[in-house]
């Protein structure tokens, strides 16, 4: 199954993954990349539900960063948020409020 990768967007413009993602150093940023390459192609790897809606991919290098995301209509992966394992908790959290944010627009 093939599988559409979208950023959220905050009303007021801002893409917090996006964010996320040019802060990282080059080669994680491609790794990364690479691993959603993958997750389009229905390969979503090392992942699990952490409620809400909203599930995380887990990487296993540097600082065991996460990716956060949910799935709408079974097509679309909407990224949320990226961190890594320190701030996992409110990382969590923050992409929960996003999620019902993006669900409560659409």
């Known amino acids: 199954m ?3 990768i979208e950023f959220y967007v ?14 990282l150093d080059q080669k994680t940023h491609d790794r ?3 691993r959603l390459d993958r997750v389009q192609l229905g390969n979503f ?6 409620g809400g809606g909203v599930s995380e991919l887990r990487f296993f290098f540097g600082s065991g960063y996460r990716v ?6 079974g097509k ?14 409110k990382d ?15």
């Open 2 to 4: 093939q599988y559409e």
């Open 10 to 23: 905050q009303k007021n413009g801002r893409i917090p993954f996006e964010a996320w993602l040019q802060g």
């Open 32 to 34: 990364i990349m690479a």
């Open 45 to 50: 790897g090392d992942h699990k539900t952490v």
């Open 68 to 73: 956060y995301y949910g799935i709408d209509q």
């Open 76 to 89: 679309l992966v909407l990224l949320l948020i990226g961190g890594d394992k320190k701030s996992q908790n």
């Open 92 to 106: 969590i959290t923050r992409a929960q409020k996003y999620w019902n944010l993006y669900l409560k627009e659409n």
